[in-house]
């Protein structure tokens, strides 16, 4: 099936991860097409703005914006109107929206969501516990996690701990090795919510074949036995199911859609909390 291509403008006077969400959401729908991502962050003077107009021009597209200045949004507006492309605020729409509901405008301010606050420092903190924790490092202060992730090697653990400390959440990882006893202090934990992560046997020989390829190193180990990996499965299901640890399979699961179940868990598990 041929695939077609487009240029797409992502015109931010802050970081654009707005943007870069919102349209590769949107792309993501079109299975034969692609978008050429042009980013343009921090565009916040008026020559960083004539740059954005040039590329515009030079390679004409879609563009989204997200500019809070009104003088430099109605020049891009009427450049692209000129230009023939299709040109929108992302933010204006449920801005206009807010302001209906709340009765009273908005306070523009390019980056506002990246203010040194409270919250910018809580995700600080809980990137600093998770990679002191990854992979059963200092398991001395696991009581202070949020989150404990354990799974065998290759369950996406390290990534999803790393996505989860990004929205504030400390969390540890601990891997499950054949053979090899688990912390003692993961049994007397009280505050943490210790989710299981497994996948099929046949994803996790795949992808440690994958691994120990990157490596060059010799793939005649037990590491990718297929019968060796379905007893690491099992066991690793069956002390979950021992433990009342809930499991989430990520064979087919993106580490943002494991980590929207795990978060799911953490709000029931807090919950018990606030009942008692």
């Known amino acids: 099936m041929a695939r077609n291509y487009f240029h797409l403008h992502l015109v931010s006077d802050a970081t654009g991860e707005t943007l870069i969400a919102v349209s590769r959401a949107a792309a993501a729908q079109y299975e034969t097409v692609s978008a050429i991502e042009h980013v343009y962050p921090l565009v916040r003077s008026e020559a960083q703005l004539a740059r954005v107009l040039a590329e515009i021009e030079a390679s004409p597209g879609v563009v989204l914006y997200t500019l809070v200045e009104p003088e430099w949004s109605a020049r891009l507006e009427a450049f692209c109107r000129d230009l023939g492309c299709p040109c929108l605020s992302v933010l204006n729409p449920v801005l206009s929206l807010f302001q209906s509901y709340l009765g009273q405008a908005s306070a523009p301010k390019p980056g506002a969501q990246h203010v040194l606050n409270a919250e910018y420092f809580r995700r600080i903190d809980a990137m600093n516990y998770t990679l002191l924790h990854d992979d059963g490092q200092l398991g001395g202060d ?46 007397a934990l009280k505050k943490p919510l210790v989710v299981g992560l497994v996948a099929s046997a046949d994803r996790i020989v795949q992808i440690r074949q994958n691994r120990l390829l990157s490596l060059k190193a010799d793939d005649e180990t037990p590491y990718v036995d297929p019968a060796m990996v379905a007893d690491e499965v099992a066991q690793s299901r069956r002390l979950c199911a021992r433990k009342g640890w809930p499991v989430i399979d990520v064979t087919r699961r993106s580490i943002e859609e494991t980590a929207a179940a795990i978060l799911d868990l953490l709000r029931d598990h807090r919950m018990k909390f606030i009942a008692t």
């Open 142 to 187: 696991l009581e202070s996690a949020d989150i404990i992730l354990v799974g065998i090697s290759r369950t996406s653990k390290t990534p999803t701990s790393i996505y989860l400390a990004n929205r504030g959440i400390k969390t540890a990882n601990i891997p499950l090795v054949p053979n090899v006893p688990l912390p003692p202090e993961l049994e």
